[in-house]
C-alpha cells in the first residue's frame, strides 16, 4: 500500500509540475487541481486530510507575501517609481554609462525591499520612454535591470519568495539574510554589473543623439499624489525597521507586513476593490495549492525516500555538497519556476537535518541557486518575462538567443561568485 | 433622410498594392484623414487612416507611459521618421478591415455606428458593394442637426 500512495502522490505531483512547465493551462489552475486531487487520493489511501492539508500550508508566507502585495499596490498608482527613474534619467545628464548605472542601482535597491515583478512593471516603461527620448536602444537597461533585479532580489528575506519560503521554513530572521546573504549577494551584484557593462559595450559607447532631452523631464510631475507616496514610504520604512527586530520581538515577518498594510490602509483610506484587484490573488493560490501538493508528498513518503538518496551523498564534503546545490538548483530556476523547486526541496533539507547533517548552509545555496539561476534564460524568472514580453511591443524585441548572450553569463558568474565565497565561508565545516 | 444624401460622392481611394510613401503623399495632396483601399471592381476591401501612418512615427514608449506630461521633450524621437524600408511597404501590410454602411442606410444608424466603432469617416456602397461615396461625422451630424432647424 504505501508504494502505491509513493507512486500516485509522485505522478500526481510530477503530472502537475509537468503541466505547468509546459504553459498549457495555467499554473494557478493546474495547482489547485493537483491540490485537490492530492486530498482526494490520499483520503482514499489513507495517507492524507484536509487538516494535514491545511497544516501544511505555510501560512507565513502567504501573509507576508499578502503584506507587502498590498503596500506596494498602494504605492504603484503614486508615481513614485515614475519618479526614481525621472531622478536618475537626470543625474545621467543623458551619458548611457551613468543611466545605465543609475537606473541598475535603482531597481537593485528596489528590489532587495519590494517584489521584483512589481519592480520592473513599473521601472521598465519609463527606461524605454528615456531610451527613446536621447535616442538609443533601450535593450541593454532593460536586460540590466532584469537580470539585477534577479541578483538584488537574494540578499534580503523580503527580496524574493524563494527567501520569503526559506526563511519561514528554516526559522531565518531577517538580519540573518543581511548577515550571511547581502555582502556575497553584493559581490554578485558587483560582478553582474561589471560583466553586464562589458558585455554591453558597444551599445553604452554609441554617443546618444539628444542626451540634454532628459534634463527638461519634470520629476515633480510624475507624482500624482505625493502626499500617499509620503505615507506609505513612511509605513514602508517603519515596517523595514521591524523586519530589523522582529525575532528579537518574537513576532514574524508575515505580522510585520500585515500590520504594515493595515496601518497604510486606515492612513490612506485608497478604494479598497482597486487596491485588491492589484494584488495577485493567483499567486498567492498557486503557492497556497504547491505547499498542499508538497505537504501530501511528505505523507505519502516520497521526500523521505529522496531524502535517503541524498544521505547516500555522505562520504561528500558538506561545502561539496552547498556548491552542488547552488548549480543544480540554478540549472532547474533556470529553466523552470523557482518556487515549485525551492517549495519541493524544503522539505528535503529538513529532512537531511532530521539526520543530524548541519543544514544551515544548504538554505543559503538553496537562496543563491534559486535566484540566481533565474537569469539563465529569458523564461527563467518573472522579471526576465515582463521584459521581453515589454520589448516584444517596441520595435527592438529582446530575442531568447540574446537572453543568451547576456543573461546566461551573468548567471554563471553569479553562481560563480556564490560558490566561491561559500566555499571561503562554510571550508571549516 | 439616407446617407446618400449627405456623403461626398467624389471618393479618393487607393488599391492595396499602393505603397506607405505614395498613400502619405496622398493624404497631404488631398488633406483627408481616411483612404478606402478597393479591388478591380471597385468594391472597399479595407481602410487606411492617417493616424495608422503617423503611429509608425509614434515612439514605443506612449503605449507604455499612460501619462506623458512630464515629459516636455520628446527629444530624440522628435525629429525620427520611419525607416525607407518601412516606406516602402505596401498598404495591403498595414490596412484595418473595413466598416462600410448601404446607400439606404439612415442618418442615426449611421451616426451610432461611427460612434460606437469610433470612425471619422465611413464608406458608403451600392447593393452591389461598389464604392460610391464617403460621409464623415459632420456630414452625418449636419444632416442630422439640420432636420431641426426644417422642424420635421
Redesign the interface.
Known amino acids: 500500500m504505501p508504494i502505491l500512495a509513493i507512486i500516485i502522490s509522485s505522478v500526481i505531483f510530477f503530472g502537475s509540475l509537468i503541466l505547468i512547465f509546459s504553459e498549457k493551462i495555467n499554473r494557478s489552475i493546474v495547482a489547485i487541481a493537483g491540490s485537490v486531487l492530492m486530498i482526494g487520493v490520499g483520503k482514499i489511501m489513507g495517507f492524507y486530510s484536509e487538516e494535514a492539508a491545511i497544516e501544511a500550508i505555510d501560512f507565513n508566507t502567504l501573509g507576508l507575501l499578502m503584506g507587502m502585495m498590498i503596500l506596494v499596490a498602494m504605492l504603484e498608482p503614486t508615481g513614485f517609481f515614475e519618479y526614481l527613474a525621472v531622478l536618475a534619467a537626470r543625474a545621467s545628464q543623458g551619458k548611457p554609462i551613468r543611466l545605465f548605472l543609475l537606473l541598475g542601482g535603482i531597481t537593485t535597491v528596489l528590489s532587495m525591499f519590494l517584489d521584483n515583478v512589481t519592480t520592473i512593471v513599473l521601472i521598465a516603461p519609463v527606461t524605454i520612454l528615456i531610451s527613446e527620448i536621447i535616442g538609443v536602444s533601450a535593450l541593454p537597461y532593460l536586460v540590466a535591470e532584469a537580470l539585477l533585479s534577479n541578483t538584488g532580489g537574494v540578499a534580503t528575506l523580503v527580496g524574493d519568495p524563494p527567501n520569503v519560503l526559506i526563511a519561514s521554513a528554516a526559522g531565518l530572521s531577517f538580519n540573518d539574510f543581511l548577515v550571511y546573504s547581502m555582502p556575497i549577494v553584493l559581490v554578485a551584484l558587483a560582478g553582474a554589473t561589471f560583466l553586464l557593462q562589458a558585455l554591453f559595450k558597444k551599445e553604452l559607447s554609441k554617443r546618444p543623439r539628444r542626451s540634454k532631452a532628459v534634463m527638461k523631464l519634470n520629476p515633480a510631475e510624475t507624482l500624482n499624489h505625493p502626499e500617499n507616496a509620503r505615507r506609505v514610504l513612511i509605513v514602508l520604512g517603519g515596517a523595514t525597521l521591524f523586519f530589523f527586530v522582529h525575532h528579537f520581538l518574537h513576532i514574524e515577518p508575515s505580522f510585520v507586513a500585515l500590520s504594515a498594510a493595515s496601518v497604510a490602509l486606515i492612513w490612506v483610506q485608497p478604494d479598497i476593490h482597486e487596491i485588491l484587484k492589484k494584488v495577485e490573488w493567483s499567486i498567492l493560490l498557486f503557492f497556497g495549492s504547491l505547499f498542499v501538493m508538497v505537504g501530501g508528498l511528505e505523507h505519502s513518503g516520497v521526500l523521505e525516500i529522496v531524502v535517503t538518496l541524498f544521505q547516500n551523498a555522505d562520504g561528500m564534503s558538506p561545502v561539496l555538497f552547498g556548491i552542488l546545490m547552488i548549480w543544480i538548483v540554478a540549472a532547474l530556476s533556470a529553466v523552470v519556476d523557482n518556487v515549485p523547486i525551492t517549495i519541493a526541496l524544503i522539505p528535503v533539507i529538513k529532512g537531511l537535518g532530521e539526520t543530524g547533517m548541519d543544514i544551515s548552509p544548504l538554505w543559503w545555496a538553496l537562496a543563491f541557486g534559486a535566484g540566481f539561476g533565474g537569469s539563465g534564460t529569458i523564461i527563467g524568472s518573472s522579471a526576465n518575462i515582463i521584459v521581453a514580453t515589454l520589448s516584444e511591443k517596441t520595435r527592438t524585441p529582446i530575442t531568447s538567443a540574446l537572453w543568451l548572450k547576456r543573461g546566461l553569463p551573468v548567471m554563471l558568474v553569479t553562481c560563480a561568485i556564490a560558490s566561491i565565497l561559500y566555499a571561503l565561508v562554510y571550508r571549516w565545516l | 433622410m439616407n446617407v446618400t444624401t449627405c456623403m461626398k460622392r467624389h471618393v479618393v481611394s487607393i488599391t492595396p498594392g499602393t505603397t506607405i510613401h505614395e498613400a502619405a503623399a496622398i493624404f497631404v495632396k488631398k488633406h483627408i484623414g481616411l483612404l478606402p483601399v478597393v479591388d478591380e471592381d471597385n468594391k472597399p476591401i479595407g481602410v487606411i487612416g492617417m493616424r495608422d501612418l503617423l503611429k509608425l512615427e509614434l515612439?514605443?514608449?506612449v503605449?507604455?507611459?499612460v501619462?506623458?506630461?512630464?515629459?516636455?521633450?520628446?527629444?530624440?524621437?522628435e525629429d525620427?521618421r520611419p525607416p525607407a524600408k518601412t516606406l516602402n511597404k505596401t498598404i495591403k501590410s498595414l490596412m484595418r478591415p473595413v466598416i462600410t454602411v448601404d446607400e439606404d442606410c439612415g442618418l442615426l444608424r449611421a451616426y451610432a455606428l461611427m460612434l460606437q466603432q469610433n470612425l471619422h469617416d465611413i464608406p458608403v456602397v451600392s447593393k452591389d458593394g461598389k464604392l460610391i461615396g464617403i460621409a464623415s461625422r459632420v456630414d452625418v451630424g449636419v444632416a442630422i442637426l439640420s432636420t431641426w432647424a426644417k422642424g420635421e
Open positions: 515612439p514605443d514608449f503605449n507604455f507611459v501619462d506623458v506630461d512630464f515629459v516636455h521633450d520628446f527629444g530624440a524621437v525620427t
